[in-house]
């Protein structure tokens, strides 16, 4: 593994927004980068590919034992809802997608620090924007990626189990780059696999008395939804989610994944793992040195501390109330200056590809 500096294609700006590709700068901060790349040897590609499938295999576990336990209190999932998660687990609802954040140098085994399994983003960039890079800059070159065609096949899954004339609404925060470019590439990819596709708003999700709606009043059959099902949970209009009457895309037991508390029902489960880092539902002696103490529901790196000998870092937000979880510090590798994580995607539970953040 190493980085290597890149000359940026002339007009680059000008390929991305061709690509749909039009937030390379968020925030006043260059978001894309064209200076500089990854490179991987074979044998790292397939200690990534493998390690992604096991841990996605010890996250499914994580969830039996949360759903045939009950362990709603300890994952501050509402107790009202744990007959619905239950269900949608037990008739095993489709899934699309999630990305793995990992700590990997290229020696030792990828460790994990979180997944994003409900509202994952970064999506469309690793899919389809740093494809067409490779082909621009290096075209004899391979790239670990079937993020698109895996992500085309999950949707005719989805299409198999859905009525003739099925439609699956595509809902989103419309003034947040992310998230919209997110939601119109699985749409897309939706639509390639044969399914109709509606864009909807966040705040035009209406309800009848019976089921949820769009603003023509048709029926929301199924929702691909970038909106944290923690959110959903507590708020009022989100409980009409338990009449069961529409189909989630993520499904509810996502909610499990997504929340931080997973990270030591996975060391608790499968102690010493070795993709896993020590990780506690409070301070414990057993981590050691540093560590990194996480919300619950946090999101963005929100109400994050890093503490340790000789490092001390901490963000602000407005997370925490349900509680933290701590787990063991594992440095991002840097190369020439620069820290590095991986993304590693997941596509109905496969391996896909990675994105270098």
């Known amino acids: 593994m190493r980085r290597e ?3 940026p294609r002339p007009g680059w700006q000008q390929k991305l927004e061709k690509l749909g590709f039009d937030f390379y700068v968020l925030d006043g901060k260059a978001y894309w980068n064209e200076q500089a ?6 044998d790292q590609i397939d200690e ?17 034992h949360v759903v045939s336990n009950r362990l709603w209190e300890r994952m501050r999932i509402p107790p009202a809802w744990g007959d619905y998660i239950e269900s949608v687990w037990r ?7 999630g990305r793995f954040d990992l700590a990997y140098d290229g020696s030792g085994p990828p460790k994990l620090l979180e997944y994003n399994a409900d509202t994952p983003t970064a999506l469309y960039e690793a899919a389809v924007v740093q494809w067409y890079w490779l082909k621009d800059v290096k075209p004899g070159a391979d790239q670990f990626n079937s993020i698109h065609e895996k992500l085309i096949e999950a949707w005719r899954g989805v299409l198999s189990r859905l009525p003739p004339e099925g439609m699956v609404h595509f809902a989103r925060f419309e003034d947040h780059p992310e998230d919209l470019a997110t939601s119109e590439y699985l749409r897309d990819t939706a639509l390639q696999a044969g399914l109709a ?14 089921r ?21 949970a507590r708020e009022e209009f989100g409980s009409h989610v338990l009449s069961d009457t529409t189909a989630f895309l993520e499904p509810a037991w996502k909610m499990i994944l997504s929340n931080k508390m997973l990270l030591p029902l996975l ?33 963005e790196g929100h109400n994050v501390t890093i503490a340790g000998p000789g490092v001390f870092d901490t963000a602000g937000g407005n997370y925490g109330t349900e509680g933290f979880v701590w787990q063991a510090y594992q440095p991002l590798p840097v190369f020439a200056g620069n820290h590095a994580l991986v993304g590693s995607w997941v596509i109905e539970g496969k391996a896909a590809g990675i994105g270098m953040r």
Not at 212 to 231: N, R
């Open 267 to 299: 060391w608790e489960g499968f102690p010493n793992h070795r993709n896993l880092l020590p990780a506690f539902d409070s301070e414990h002696a057993d981590l050691g040195g540093a560590f990194v103490k996480k919300p619950i529901f946090g999101r």
């Open 91 to 97: 008739r095993s609802d489709p899934t699309l997608c």
């Open 48 to 64: 990534l590919e493998a390690s992604t499938e096991e841990l996605h295999g010890l996250a499914l576990k994580a969830v039996e």
């Open 197 to 210: 596709g509606k864009p909807l708003a966040v705040q035009q999700i209406g309800w009848n008395g019976r």
């Open 212 to 232: 949820f709606t769009d603003p023509d009043e048709m029926p929301i059959q199924v929702m691909s939804k970038l909106y944290p099902w923690e959110w959903m």
């Open 5 to 7: 500096s890149v000359t």
């Open 37 to 42: 790349c990854y490179a991987f040897t074979s």
